[in-house]
């Protein structure tokens, strides 16, 4: 028992299992999934549980990112949701040319997805090279991005709101013909095989958690901890320009203001409830992608329970403070000596 509580993915293990026995007491026909068609003729998979793998994709891919920044700076970057504004403004701009409302596409997809790439990396490069070089504290730092960058993805087309009409750039954000499975899906599923593939076959694991353990140790060991933070942050810019292109696929236009709106809060929300520490240090990536999938879990709750939207923020909140108080170290020793102390009534009953 004292394994499986002290094992780091068990908060969000269990924090599962506790909203899956919610919903299937009071409404078992959340697990109901049903097979119909879009407006294309194509069958697709619709259901609450497909919602929370499609719109818990995003998350997953952004967790990825936040997981490494977190580790590295022993900080947040609040500035994704704008960055996603400004990538998505990026790749809309390269598909419409100057024509807002294109017949047909000005270049191909894949193009304006790695011209997006290139400038969310850059951003991202931005932020990293104020925490890492100028050692400004993360949060402050991306507070910069976070107030100018939905006017900078306003300005990137001309504060107009291009509208994409080619049918097969609506894939990335909905459902390829034929598959009824969500592709943000698959796209998950993909950066979480390259992210294992790259812990398991490079040292940027174990860098990052040197250098967010004690970065003076692990500059005395031959590491270069500036850098492992400066490259968190561009590496969390790639997993922003990502979803960028399934939140503009989504709907195949940008609305500068809404767009990813208070996303930042719930990947950050994702690496707490996957147990990791927000001060930085020894992460694990699994339970950071099931923290992801556990807050869309959340959400789609509250969204089934008529919860207003801009009521979510609350009730997530609270679920942050109780993660920030649980995970302190002061509470973490006082629940440890707690447990001591029954252990050792308990003993002693025993051998009365």
């Known amino acids: 028992m ?10 969000p293990i269990a924090a599962l299992l506790l909203l899956a026995v919610f919903n299937l007491i009071v409404d078992p026909s959340f697990y109901k999934i049903t097979l119909g068609y879009n407006s294309a003729g194509d069958p697709v998979l619709s259901g609450y549980l497909m919602t929370i793998l499609d719109f818990g994709s995003e998350l997953v891919i952004l967790a990825i990112g936040m997981t490494l920044v977190t580790a590295a ?14 990538a ?14 294109p017949e047909t596409l000005q270049a191909p997809v894949i193009v304006a997805f790695l011209v997006a790439c290139v400038v969310a990396m850059l951003f991202g490069a931005f932020n990293g090279v104020l925490v890492a070089f100028f050692k400004i504290q993360p949060m402050v730092a991306t507070l910069i991005l976070f107030t100018a960058g ?5 300005w990137i087309n001309n504060n107009e709101l291009p509208i994409i009409s080619e049918p097969s750039f609506a894939y990335y954000g909905g459902f390829i013909p034929g598959i009824p499975i969500p592709t943000p899906f698959f796209i998950a599923v993909a950066c979480i095989i390259v992210t294992v593939l ?48 399934i939140k503009v696929s989504r709907l195949s236009t940008i609305n500068y203001s809404v767009v990813a709106k208070d ?39 509250l969204y089934k329970f008529n919860v207003q939207s801009d009521a979510l923020s609350a ?14 170290p002061t509470v973490r020793e006082a629940l440890s000596k707690f ?14």
């Open 315 to 328: 009730y997530k909140a609270v679920v942050v403070i109780v993660l920030v108080v649980l995970s302190a």
């Open 263 to 301: 996303i930042e809060m719930d990947a950050i929300l994702a690496v707490a409830l996957g147990g990791n520490a927000l001060s930085g240090g020894k992460f694990n990536m699994w339970a950071s992608v099931l923290g992801a999938y556990v807050i869309q879990f959340l959400t789609t709750t």
């Open 150 to 154: 939905r006017s900078i993805a306003a």
């Open 73 to 86: 700076s022993g900080g947040q970057d609040i500035s994704v949701g704008a960055t996603i504004a400004i």
């Open 88 to 101: 998505g403004s990026v790749i809309l701009r390269v598909l419409c040319g100057t024509d807002s409302r």
């Open 2 to 11: 004292k394994k499986i509580f002290s094992n780091q993915i068990f908060i």
């Open 198 to 245: 790259a812990l398991k076959f490079t040292n940027l694991g174990l860098y990052t958690q040197a250098v967010g353990i004690n970065e003076h140790s692990s500059r005395l060991n031959g590491l270069n901890p500036a850098f492992i933070k400066f490259l968190s942050f561009v590496i969390l810019g790639l997993c922003v320009a990502v979803v960028g292109l």
């Open 339 to 352: 447990g001591k102390r029954i252990k050792v009534k308990t003993s002693r009953k025993e051998v009365a």
